[in-house]
């Protein structure tokens, strides 16, 4: 499967955007998703995840409450809608997918097979 994301720009602190992360090549509902980001000389962080089914969701910790992933495998397309944007998100944005026949989710980026190309989020203070 071949995944575009999209969807980043700049942004003002408290202000929303949101990621889409498009699929080709394969059955989309017959993977679940992950959302990553990795800012400049920090580690890769896991975002939000969802199941091929939509069913079953995952947010890190510190980002539950403002972010929300979705999916609509109709469109092949996962989104991630960004919400009370801080500094502290500003990060290219990553998509990746793992092909299951399970409902799981999946929150380690060693999980994926697949990586799409990222899509960079600015948010000015």
């Known amino acids: 499967v071949q995944l575009q994301a999209s969807g980043g720009g700049l942004v003002e602190a408290g202000g929303s955007l949101r990621l889409s992360c498009a699929a080709s090549g394969r059955t989309f509902s017959d993977y679940a998703v992950g959302w990553f980001r990795q800012a400049p000389e920090k580690e890769r962080e896991f975002v939000a995840a969802?199941?091929?089914?939509?069913?079953?969701?995952s947010y890190a910790g510190s980002l539950k409450g403002r972010f929300t992933i979705s999916r609509d495998n109709a469109k092949n397309t996962v989104y991630l809608q960004l919400n009370s944007l801080k500094p502290e998100d500003t990060a290219p944005y990553y998509c990746?997918?793992?092909?299951?026949?399970?409902?799981?989710?999946?929150?380690?980026?060693?999980?994926?097979?697949?990586w799409g190309q990222g899509t960079q989020v600015t948010v000015s203070s």
């Open positions: 969802i199941s091929r089914a939509g069913v079953r969701t």
């Open positions: 990746a997918a793992r092909g299951t026949v399970t409902g799981a989710y999946y929150t380690e980026w060693n999980d994926y097979n697949y």
